[in-house]
């Protein structure tokens, strides 16, 4: 069944620093989104990426997605405070009935950013 | 969140007691759906409605029902409440199913039943 797997579960990184979350999906991904979520809150649509070695960038926040297209990073340049939050990947879904307008999410990526 | 809401926010039932989550857009979208995010599970699908008039069935719909009242409106249903569907429940909207646009989530309803 197609599963997609973010890597680390966590992370506590220092204010300043510079951080990478992964999702690696066990198909092909035929587009990849990117959410953040914070406590309580719903989830707010960061990026999308469609083409293998697609990147994008907003702010001090840049995602790719590999040539292969079976994985994506989410990469985070001088972490703020701001930044923290669970970080979730999506992507449309090839084998639920066909239902390709349906998305599978990752289990997410919890960042904690130390002042 | 993106023109979602969702109502109530918390609520605590009993087992055995019936609810319905509301969920309104403002955004003219097509597809709307309801997910459930629980701790180590991530979020799964509970039920779609690709558009006004249809609705199908997600990854995990058993003790759940839906309605699309209309284009604004998808509601979910527990006709009656089991302690294993305490959960945060999210509503999310899409503009055209098959489209590459993002869904956009609602706020959530944080749903505890005893």
């Known amino acids: 069944s197609q599963e997609l797997e973010q890597s680390p579960q966590s992370l506590i990184v220092q204010e300043g620093k510079n951080l990478t979350i992964n999702c690696t999906s066990s198909?092909?991904?035929?587009?990849l989104y990117w959410y953040k979520q914070k406590y309580g809150e719903g989830l707010i649509f960061l990026m999308m990426?469609?083409?293998?070695?697609e990147e994008k960038s907003h702010e001090k926040i840049t995602a790719k997605l590999d040539e292969k297209k079976q994985q994506s990073s989410l990469h985070i340049t001088a972490s703020q405070p701001s930044h923290a939050g669970i970080y979730l990947c999506?992507?449309?879904?090839?084998?639920?009935?066909?239902?390709?307008?349906?998305?599978?999410f990752g289990k997410g990526t919890k960042l904690s950013v130390k002042p | 969140n993106a023109g979602v809401t969702q109502t109530p926010k918390f609520q605590v039932l009993k087992t055995g007691q019936s609810m319905t989550l509301q969920c309104a857009q403002d955004?003219?979208?097509?597809?709307m759906y309801w997910y459930r995010q629980d701790p180590g599970m991530g979020l799964r699908l509970i039920y779609y409605?690709?558009?006004?008039?249809?609705?199908d069935k997600g990854e995990v719909p058993n003790g759940y029902n839906v309605s699309r009242l209309n284009k604004r409106e998808f509601s979910l249903r527990l006709e009656s409440a089991a302690p294993s569907q305490t959960s945060v429940y999210f509503c999310?909207?899409?503009?055209?199913?098959?489209?590459?646009?993002?869904?956009?989530f609602g706020d959530g309803t944080r749903l505890s039943i005893l």
């Open positions: 990426l469609q083409k293998g070695g």
């Open positions: 999310a909207i899409k503009a055209g199913f098959n489209s590459n646009q993002p869904q956009h």
């Open positions: 955004m003219n979208h097509n597809s």
């Open positions: 999506g992507a449309p879904r090839t084998d639920y009935g066909g239902s390709q307008g349906n998305l599978i």
């Open positions: 409605s690709a558009s006004e008039g249809t609705t």
């Open positions: 198909k092909t991904l035929y587009g």
